[in-house]
């Protein structure tokens, strides 16, 4: 498995911006990478996705929004979040998972590698 750091989470009003960073293990192949989040008491849900052949997917609730990047030479993975919204409001994950036959989209079952995740506020 990939071990996977977060950082970038902090308190906003809405409308601003954070940029959330995934920091994976040096050498370790990622079929795909992507970022969960959790709000409490609801399920986790799908954010973005970078797959193995460059392609980006996005939730509905983001798209427009949100921009998921990948710097393979750093190991890292990126999500820019711009114009939050209060209910943007949740527990980012990022995760990953190493080689597989399917493409990962948003299915959160599909990833094998998660970070402890970092915490986003939006406030109106």
């Known amino acids: 498995q990939v071990q996977l750091v977060e950082s970038g989470g902090g308190s906003v009003q809405a409308g601003g911006s954070l940029n959330l960073s995934c920091a994976a293990s040096?050498?370790?192949?990622?079929?795909?990478m992507a970022w969960f989040r959790q709000a409490p008491g609801k399920e986790r849900e799908g954010v973005a996705v970078?797959?193995?052949?460059?392609?980006?997917m996005y939730a509905d609730s983001v798209e427009g929004r949100f921009t998921i990047s990948q710097d393979k030479s750093k190991n890292t993975l990126h999500l820019q979040m711009n114009s939050l919204k209060p209910e943007d409001t949740a527990m980012y994950y990022c995760?990953?998972?190493?080689?597989?036959?399917?493409?990962?989209?948003?299915?959160?079952?599909?990833?094998?590698?998660w970070g402890q995740g970092t915490q986003v506020t939006v406030s109106s």
């Open positions: 995760a990953a998972r190493g080689r597989g036959l399917l493409f990962c989209r948003l299915y959160s079952t599909r990833y094998g590698s």
């Open positions: 040096a050498s370790r192949y990622t079929d795909c």
């Open positions: 970078i797959e193995r052949d460059g392609s980006i």
